[in-house]
Nanobody, 124 residues
Framework: EVQLQASGGGLVQPGGSLRLSCAASGFALDDYGIGWFRQAPGKEREGVSFINVGRKFYADAVKGRFTISRDNAKNTVYLQMNSLKPEDTAVYYC???????????????????WGQGTQVTVSS
């Protein structure tokens, strides 16, 4: 059974850091692309970052502040978030992509499996 478990969220002050983890089971992580998404109250779910076959992609809003990485031995994808801003507040989800062109990584319908989400709150 394919499962994704997101963790690592919490409350942090502006300018702080968090590292999110996405633990995968039921499949080999290096066979699939993994995306991080976020959804704030009243807003649509948006793509934050994506990793596959050594390629990494970021939304413009997080470039230079967030870093995605993967540990195949632990079957886990990480999202290191630095210089956090109040507008980064959202529930963050990880998801496993279907086969897709890299240009479509931002679109949620291209992901077949989703983790349960972890809350990130950036506030003083």
């Amino acid at each position: 059974e394919v499962q994704l478990q997101a963790s690592g969220g919490g409350l942090v002050q502006p300018g702080g850091s968090l590292r999110l983890s996405c633990a995968a089971s039921g499949f080999a992580l290096d066979d699939y692309g993994i995306g991080w998404f976020r959804q704030a109250p009243g807003k649509e779910r948006e793509g934050v970052s994506f990793i596959n076959v050594g390629r990494k992609f970021y939304a413009d809003a997080v470039k230079g502040r967030f870093t995605i990485s993967r540990d195949n031995a632990k079957n886990t994808v990480y999202l290191q978030m630095n210089s956090l801003k109040p507008e980064d507040t959202a529930v963050y989800y990880c998801a496993r992509a279907a086969r897709l062109p890299f240009s479509l990584w931002r679109a949620p319908p291209n992901y077949a499996y989703w983790g349960q989400g972890t809350q990130v709150t950036v506030s003083s």
